[in-house]
C-alpha cells in the first residue's frame, strides 16, 4: 500500500531527468517577431514635386533578420491625366524607388523585405504624383491627388 521513500525519490529524480528538469538549463526563448503599423488617414499629394514621405514606422529591432513590409491602399486620381507611384522604402524621399503605379482610382499593394542588424530601422510610405496631362489650365487644385492607406512593418528573427 505505501512505497518506500527511496522509490518515490528514485522515481521523482527519473521523472526530473525525463522532462529536462534537474540540472539541464531551460531553453532559451527565440526572439518574438516585431510588428508596428500606422494609418494614413489622408494625404493629399501635389504634382511634380518628387517623392515626399507620407508617413514612417520606427521598429526596435533585437537581433538579425529580415523586415517584412506592406504598404496598402486607394488612390483617388483623374484617369490618364496622372500617375500615382507609392512605394514603402527604408530612405526618406527615396525618388529611384521600386513602386507600384496607379493610372486609375482604386486600391494597391506594395510590398518589401530587408534584410536587417540590431538597432533602430525607419521604414517610410512614399508617393509622388506625375502629371501626364493637363487640359490648359494650371488649376494646381485640380491636378491633386487623394490617398489613405495602412503602413505595417513585422521583423521576423533569424
Request: include cysteine; glycine fraction near 10%; proline fraction near 6%.
Amino acid at each position: 500500500m505505501f512505497k518506500p521513500l527511496f522509490t518515490l525519490a528514485l522515481s521523482s529524480a527519473l521523472l526530473l531527468s525525463a522532462c529536462g528538469g534537474g540540472g539541464t538549463p531551460a531553453p532559451v526563448p527565440k526572439t518574438k517577431t516585431v510588428t508596428v503599423s500606422v494609418n494614413i488617414a489622408e494625404a493629399t499629394i501635389i504634382p511634380d514635386v518628387g517623392p515626399m514621405d507620407l508617413e514612417s514606422v520606427t521598429l526596435q529591432i533585437p537581433s538579425t533578420g529580415r523586415v517584412e513590409v506592406s504598404f496598402t491602399g486607394v488612390g483617388t486620381l483623374r484617369p490618364f491625366r496622372h500617375l500615382l507611384l507609392l512605394a514603402s522604402s527604408d530612405t526618406s524621399k527615396s525618388g529611384g524607388f521600386q513602386s507600384v503605379t496607379l493610372k486609375e482610382s482604386g486600391p494597391f499593394v506594395h510590398k518589401r523585405v530587408y534584410n536587417v542588424g540590431a538597432g533602430s530601422k525607419t521604414i517610410y510610405a512614399e508617393a509622388q504624383n506625375k502629371t501626364v496631362f493637363t487640359d490648359g489650365t494650371d488649376d494646381l487644385a485640380a491636378r491633386r491627388v487623394s490617398f489613405h492607406g495602412t503602413l505595417t512593418a513585422t521583423f521576423y528573427p533569424d
